[in-house]
């Protein structure tokens, strides 16, 4: 009986181009690249300085208009993002 392979979805590999991105999160690309601004989401970059937005940036932009409806500022969800990365190192 032979194993059925899996591939693991890496979730932080850069997959989508921001159309994509902004689609899948229901923003708008020009929301997208603000975000990335002001440091809120850090896509990564191809050799040509495109973005390509991961799962784990899709998720993040998500939560982010999340909090945003909430009522919480730019600074505000910055000092939470930050405050997560620490917790979770």
Do not use: F
Not at 29 to 53: A, F, M
Not at 55 to 62: F, G, K, N, T, Y
């Amino acid at each position: 009986m032979s194993e059925e392979k899996r591939e693991e979805i890496d979730e932080a590999a850069g997959l989508y181009v921001i159309s994509v991105a902004a689609e899948l999160s229901g923003l708008h690309p020009q929301t997208l690249r603000q975000y990335d601004r002001i440091g809120l989401v850090s896509p990564s970059r191809t050799v040509g300085r495109n973005r390509r937005y991961s799962l784990r940036d899709i998720a993040s932009l998500r939560t982010i208009q999340r909090l945003i409806g909430e009522g919480i500022n730019h600074a505000g969800i910055k000092r939470i993002i930050e405050l997560e990365s620490a917790m979770a190192n």
